[in-house]
């Protein structure tokens, strides 16, 4: 019982591979635990094989194992996806079936893992199977995302009027952040009174909230005000009735 | 002129004392997580086996604890760990800027090392338990799921790239932990 949001494709190498190095460390452990009592059977069984690569032998053997172990009968769950708040589902949520994880499983095994090394993006056997990964550290996605519009009251945008859904991370993550930086916002005011990372508004909890700042904690230059109130830097209000919307001199119009 | 280089070296000044400040709050934090243990661990001290106090505090002599307190303090090290590296990886990575998501992977990176050099503090036996192993590998999975569990607390403001950040120096974290292990075994061969 992880799951949160959903983890885009492009970014989930990272946060598997960190799973993977250690679940490896765990079986680690496991095999030179064993080493020493095995090593001597080894050398009478495969006499050919120097001692020196014994632990080295039992290392894989016991990564198939785990990998048997934790993929076909523990649905997915190891030590390093249960410490990094990793769940794995198919592409509407739900948990792989058992055909899905044996096919993800054969794949896997076809490259002996070795393809989901490259933590730059999604394994090929992932896409392929259409597995996705969902992680506590990603914000779940609402199930309702509000239909509201947001028109521009003042400022060199004045009377331009969109709605919510049009903004496509709003749709994918619910949030849409506003400000001059266009390699950051997705509301885009270029005003002078806009800070460059000025505000996010944020689908939280099913219910929109607004965040002065950028999210670091650090506030705009000059404010946020939700129907007129001031909000301190860097903190977030819900916007529930509020109507009216203004950031630095730029006042933007909720409509429902 | 002079009034624009005034404000110039103020900005650098002012730039230089956040960043003092930040060090030092670092610090702040370690030294009171450090004493934190070293009284909890003085706690066992009563028994006179475990600790031995001292009027600069105690000191931890490992090589006659057992098992048990031994782990439980592998573990209270890497949770406190995660929970530094949760924190500056969370305002590293909020912050967006290349500069910051380098000194986040550095963290990481010391950290790991931090890791692994008190697991191998704390391990003793590398026979039929290898100590060293079984600490790293619990310290991992206790500073990822501190890491992550601060991480979640903190979703409501968390961007595409900011969990792209976060994921980066987690496997920073946990390929600097199987690197140091490495050279500490290689040292001690």
């Known amino acids: ?256 | 002129m002079s009034i624009l280089k005034i404000s110039s070296l103020g900005g650098l000044f002012s730039k230089l004392r956040s960043g003092i400040d930040l060090v030092n709050d670092l610090v702040d934090f370690y030294k009171v997580v450090m004493t934190g243990l070293s009284v909890a661990v003085s706690g066992f001290g009563a028994t006179g086996i475990l600790s031995q106090g001292s009027s600069r505090g105690s000191l931890i002599k490992t090589a006659e604890m057992g098992l048990a307190p031994r782990f439980t303090l592998a573990v209270l090290i890497a949770c406190a760990q995660g929970y530094l590296l949760a924190w500056a990886i969370g305002k590293l990575s909020a912050k967006g800027t290349e500069f910051a998501q380098i000194i986040a992977i550095i963290a990481a990176i010391v950290s790991a090392g931090l890791l692994v050099t008190s697991a191998d503090w704390l391990a003793h036996s590398r026979g039929i338990l290898p100590e060293l192993y079984l600490f790293t590998a619990i310290g991992m999975a206790a500073t990822s799921w501190i890491a992550v569990f601060r991480f979640r607390n903190e979703q409501a403001s968390t961007a595409k790239a900011v969990i792209q950040a976060r994921g980066v120096a987690m496997m920073t974290f946990s390929l600097a932990c199987v690197l140091v292990l490495i050279l500490t075994e290689l040292g001690t061969r």
């Not at chain 1, 598997?16 to 460390?25: C, E, G, K």
Request: glycine share 10%; charged share 20%; proline share 5%.
């Open chain 1, 1 to 256: 019982m992880q799951r949160s949001g959903k983890i885009p494709s492009s970014i989930v190498g990272p946060i598997l591979t960190s799973a993977a190095v250690l679940d490896m460390v765990l079986v680690l452990f496991v095999s030179a635990m064993v080493t020493d009592q095995l090593s001597s059977q080894m050398s009478r069984t495969l006499p050919s094989l120097p001692s020196e690569l014994h632990g080295a032998g039992l290392f894989v053997i016991f990564l198939l194992v785990y990998w048997i172990l934790t993929e076909l009968v523990l649905g997915g769950r190891t030590l390093g996806r249960l410490a990094h708040g990793l769940t794995m589902c198919d592409d509407k949520g739900r948990p792989l079936s058992a055909g899905r994880r044996i096919n993800r499983f054969s794949r896997k095994m076809a490259t002996c893992g070795l393809a989901g090394i490259n933590p730059l993006t999604a394994p090929p056997y992932d896409t392929k199977t259409g597995v996705v990964w969902f992680a506590t550290m990603v914000p779940p996605l609402p199930r309702a995302l509000p239909r509201w519009q947001l028109k521009v009251k003042t400022g060199r945008l004045q009377g331009k009027e969109q709605s919510l859904g049009r903004f496509p991370s709003f749709r994918d993550h619910g949030l849409i952040c506003i400000g001059r930086d266009k390699a950051w916002a997705h509301l885009v005011l270029p005003d002078a009174s806009i800070s460059a990372r000025h505000a996010i508004l944020q689908v939280h909890e099913g219910k929109l909230m607004v965040r002065d700042g950028d999210g670091s904690g650090k506030g705009s230059s000059n404010g946020t005000f939700l129907n007129g109130k001031h909000l301190k830097a860097g903190q977030a209000a819900w916007i529930n009735d509020a109507r009216t919307l203004r950031l630095g001199d730029v006042a933007i119009e909720i409509i429902r």
